[in-house]
């Protein structure tokens, strides 16, 4: 029987359930940022490598054989039940529900996300505002639970199997076919990963109940030692960053955005190199312009994924339906040759979306086509109401079209 096995993130230590944030960046002005690192740890397991024309000092891996987890999956286990639309369900800490006005735009957050995703269950984060000392607007730790390559990898291509645009999901390879780059010293684990409310939106949610017992999806919180301000349809106010983004952008990551480079990139500047996990939204990642960049469907099931930092990483959907850029660039890690900010991100600056790794004063950020077409990729049900469909802009609060600016304070 397949199984599934906890692993939250860690930055000082390998356990089997750990806990520490992924953070987004508090930036006072251009190029001049604070960020925090994070990983996510894996099993340890041997694994062969390839080695690819024209990739120096680079092997592509495949993953590692066996393995067993001590958590029993139970195959085909149905979603968790509620009224059949798609609720995150924020539980306040001390510090969010003394302050009324953030408590009301994290909600407001929550149902920008709700708006567009109808996967039938509820996924529940623990938010607070809290102080903190890293200098991060806000942050977010989320399990990632991780089972069979083949489990998790045939449950994704499942619950696509009924959305034409999300064709390209059934090309995701199998266990057989996968490989990915890596750095020397760094191999793969038999398993793929993924967030709780990932893995409840394609419909393993009661495997996940029964993991969780009573645990949230995801903790999120925002930094109350940052000025914020809590309300942002009438402007965000000097020298002030918008509460509601930040929240939106942390919900993200809580519903799967989160990539196994950023574990990469720790052991490598820690020079502990072990095997790793990759990730749901790792099977989309390519090196842009090389050999392994996809653009049919059967380059993308054999292409080797980009699991390293550095490079031109790109999420790549390869067929172009006009929902999100075809090629999302991707940051490309805070050491090891990247570009300063976390690999779970959009490059940044760019307006890609609100998964951008940074934010400026008085800068107001809303979903993007290419931020809901991440999330529909990777399992999550998206249907865009009209007018949005037809105008692709101002649904919500939602700006498909609109470009990003950094304002000063």
């Avoid at 999901?169 to 990915?180: D, E, H, K, R, S």
């Avoid at 380059?299 to 172009?320: H, K, M, N, S, Y």
């Avoid at 805070?334 to 600056?349: I, K, L, P, V, W």
Wanted: hydrophobic content about 45%; overall charge negative; charged content about 15%.
């Amino acid at each position: 029987m397949n199984s599934f096995k906890v692993v939250f993130t860690s930055l000082t230590a390998t356990l089997s359930v750990s806990l520490a944030p992924h953070a987004w960046a508090h930036c006072q002005s251009e190029g001049a940022c604070v960020t925090t690192s994070f990983d996510v740890i894996g099993d340890t397991l041997s694994s062969t490598s390839l080695s690819p024309s024209g990739q120096s000092e680079l092997t592509a891996q495949p993953l590692a054989t066996g393995g067993a987890s001590a958590l029993a999956l139970q195959e085909g286990a149905a979603v968790s039940a509620n009224s059949g639309s798609f609720d995150i369900v924020i539980d306040p800490g001390a510090g969010l529900n003394a302050n009324p006005a953030a408590l009301a735009a994290f909600n407001r957050a929550a149902e920008q996300w709700e708006a567009f995703i109808t996967d039938p269950v509820t996924v529940t984060i623990a938010g607070n505002f809290t102080p903190s000392s890293t200098g991060a607007l806000g942050s977010s730790r989320s399990p990632i639970l991780t089972s069979s390559y083949t489990t998790v990898r045939n449950a994704l291509v499942e619950d696509a199997a009924n959305e034409s645009d999300d064709a390209i999901v059934g090309f995701l390879p199998t266990a057989n076919q996968f490989l990915g780059f890596a750095p020397d010293g760094i191999s793969f684990t038999s398993g793929l990963g993924a967030t709780a409310a990932n893995l409840r939106a394609v419909g393993l949610g009661a495997t996940v109940d029964r993991i969780l017992d009573g645990a949230p999806d995801s903790t999120i919180e925002l930094n109350s030692n940052v000025n914020f301000d809590f309300d942002n349809s009438d402007g965000v106010d000097a020298g002030s960053f918008d509460f509601e983004s930040i929240a939106l952008h942390e919900i993200g990551h809580a519903l799967g955005f989160v990539s196994a480079v950023d574990t990469v990139d720790f052991l490598v500047e820690t020079g502990a190199m072990r095997s790793v996990t990759v990730n749901a939204v790792d099977l989309f990642r390519f090196n842009a312009g090389t050999e392994h960049d996809p653009s049919t469907p059967e380059e993308f099931a054999t292409a080797a994924r980009w699991i390293l930092p550095g490079g031109d990483a790109i999420f790549d959907q390869v067929i172009d339906l006009d929902f999100g850029d075809v090629e999302i660039l991707l940051s490309t890690g805070t050491t090891s040759g990247g570009d300063g900010r976390q690999a779970s991100h959009f490059a940044d600056n760019l307006g890609l979306g609100v998964l951008d790794p940074t934010l400026g004063f008085r800068e107001v950020v809303t979903l993007s086509a290419n931020d809901l077409r991440a999330l529909d990729l990777i399992g999550f049900d998206i249907v865009i109401p009209e007018p949005c469909a037809a105008l692709l802009l101002g649904c919500g609060g939602m700006g498909l079209l609109a470009g990003r600016r950094r304002r000063g304070a």
